[in-house]
């Protein structure tokens, strides 16, 4: 089992930065694969980017690529999203996933889930 845990999430205006982090315990973090997914109200659930387990590749929805950069540690258990030039339509609640690279990028699929951390974007 790993536990996931979301932190960072809050209330700022277009043009912001906020860095998301993903507290990891448990079984070992870097044995999987690690994604951020967000979902607005009344819309599905969006991938938003995916790390390898090294961290040395990573992947990004087209609507947040060159603005939202995706990392971890290893060494803390910890990954991280940082979101630059925030916009209202990043309005969302925040979840990390662990599980299999392909699964999470694809499928938004992964093997364990944080809650969630609530992200508003106001104009």
């Known amino acids: 089992q790993v536990q996931l845990v979301e932190s960072g999430g809050g209330l700022v205006q277009a043009g912001d930065s906020l860095r998301l982090s993903c507290a990891a315990s448990?079984?070992?973090?870097?044995?999987?694969?690690m994604g951020w997914f967000r979902q607005a109200p009344g819309k599905e659930r969006e991938f938003v980017a995916a790390?390898?387990?090294?961290?040395?590749?990573?992947y990004y929805a087209d609507s947040v690529k060159g603005r939202f950069t995706i990392s971890r540690d290893n060494a803390k258990n910890t990954g991280y999203l940082q979101m630059n030039s925030l916009k209202p339509e990043d309005t969302a609640v925040y979840s990390c996933a662990a599980g299999n690279l392909i699964f999470l990028r694809m499928r938004l699929r992964g093997d364990y889930w944080g809650q969630g951390t609530q992200v508003t974007v106001s104009s």
């Open positions: 448990g079984r070992t973090f870097s044995a999987y694969a």
């Open positions: 790390v390898s387990e090294s961290g040395s590749r990573t």
